[in-house]
Nanobody, 115 residues
Framework: QVQLVESGGALVQAGGSLRLSCAAS????????MGWYRQAPGKQRELVAF???????NYSDSVKGRFTISRDNAKNTVYLEMNSLKPEDTAVYYC?????????WGQGTQVTVSS
């Protein structure tokens, strides 16, 4: 049974920082590319950042320079370090794992940034 469990979401003031974690089980974590997506109310889910199984990273323009994605294969965990948070970063953040045709989602964690 595959599980992706996100944690770390919270209410934070603008300019603050948070670190999200996503712990994976039931998959060979090191074989999966991992990503963080977010969905704000009334908006489509969008890709925030991803990290390949080889460690290559990519970011959306809206978070580049503020967010950092990383992974710890020994802990089967992917992280999203978020700095200089803005109210427009408010959303539910989802973890995604994919390899070939296999893809899995976590249940999401709420991040709310107050102005």
């Amino acid at each position: 049974q595959v599980q992706l469990v996100e944690s770390g979401g919270a209410l934070v003031q603008a300019g603050g920082s948070l670190r999200l974690s996503c712990a994976a089980s039931g998959i060979i974590f090191s074989a999966y590319d991992m990503g963080w997506y977010r969905q704000a109310p009334g908006k489509q889910r969008e890709l925030v950042a991803f990290i390949t199984k080889g460690g290559t990273t990519n970011y959306s323009d809206s978070v580049k320079g503020r967010f950092t994605i990383s992974r710890d294969n020994a802990k089967n965990t992917v992280y999203l370090e978020m700095n200089s948070l803005k109210p427009e970063d408010t959303a539910v953040y989802y973890c995604h794992a994919w390899a070939g045709r296999s893809g899995y989602w976590g249940q999401g964690t709420q991040v709310t940034v107050s102005s």
